[in-house]
């Protein structure tokens, strides 16, 4: 029944899985969930992604790096910027060992970008501005 559930389902939580059976009159705990789910082979874990930084990057880094090491630090501003996805969250789903799930995304979700700043003297303010602006 419990593989059942997650074949069906592959969403599924020991949690979710445990209350479906518990409609079914079926009495079980989601820790029983998981261990049943460990012992048929299945692991908790994330799907795939892909590195954010290809060894080029990296090299590239690294050579900005030590050209900067011996920069005076007191006349620079660092900036950072982020882009927060608003959508689905990145989570973990039970998986046979040697499979992996893809999760499908939208080309473009919506997106808002944050900016800021600091330097030797403090901080910058946060800038918060939609996708494409």
Request: include cysteine.
């Amino acid at each position: 029944m419990i593989l059942n559930e997650i074949e069906e389902n592959e969403d599924a939580t020991s949690v979710s899985i445990a209350r479906g059976l518990k409609r079914k009159k079926v009495e079980i705990s989601s820790r029983t969930v998981r261990r049943r789910l460990k012992a048929a082979g299945y692991r908790f874990s994330a799907p795939l992604s892909k590195p954010l930084l290809t060894t080029l990057h990296k090299q590239r880094r690294l050579r900005r790096a030590r050209l900067m090491q011996h920069q005076n630090c007191n006349t620079i501003v660092f900036s950072d910027e982020c882009t927060i996805r608003l959508g689905p969250v990145k989570r973990r789903y039970w998986q046979r060992k040697g499979q992996r799930k893809v999760v499908r995304t939208t080309k473009h979700p919506a997106k808002i970008n944050v900016w800021g700043c600091f330097a030797r003297n403090g901080f910058g303010e946060i800038v918060c501005f939609p996708q494409g602006n």
